[in-house]
Nanobody, 118 residues
Framework: QVQLVESGGGLVQPGGSLRLSCAAS????????MRWYRQAPGKERELVAG??????TYVDSVKGRFIISRDNAKNTVYLQMNSLKPEDTAVYYC?????????????WGQGTQVTVSS
């Protein structure tokens, strides 16, 4: 049974930091690209950051503030969020994806709320 379980969300003041974690099970973690998405109230879900076997990508709004990393031995992906802004407030979702010839797999976590407010 595939599971993605996010943790680490919460309430933080502007300028603060949070570290999100996503623990995966039920699939071969190292074979999947891992991504963090977020969805703010009234907005579409957007890709925040992604990490493959060695490369990382970020949406422009978080570059220089967020760092995505993964530990394949622990089947876990992280999102270190620094210098948080009120506009970072959203539900953050972990995604695992694999693409190939005849293969299209996507798994999602349940989400964790991040609120940036004074």
């Amino acid at each position: 049974q595939v599971q993605l379980v996010e943790s680490g969300g919460g309430l933080v003041q502007p300028g603060g930091s949070l570290r999100l974690s996503c623990a995966a099970s039920g699939f071969t973690f190292s074979n999947y690209v891992m991504r963090w998405y977020r969805q703010a109230p009234g907005k579409e879900r957007e890709l925040v950051a992604g990490i493959g076997s060695g490369s990382t990508t970020y949406v422009d709004s978080v570059k220089g503030r967020f760092i995505i990393s993964r530990d394949n031995a622990k089947n876990t992906v992280y999102l270190q969020m620094n210098s948080l802004k009120p506009e970072d407030t959203a539900v953050y979702y972990c995604n695992a994806a694999r693409r190939g010839v005849g293969v299209r797999e996507d798994y999602w976590g349940q989400g964790t709320q991040v609120t940036v407010s004074s």
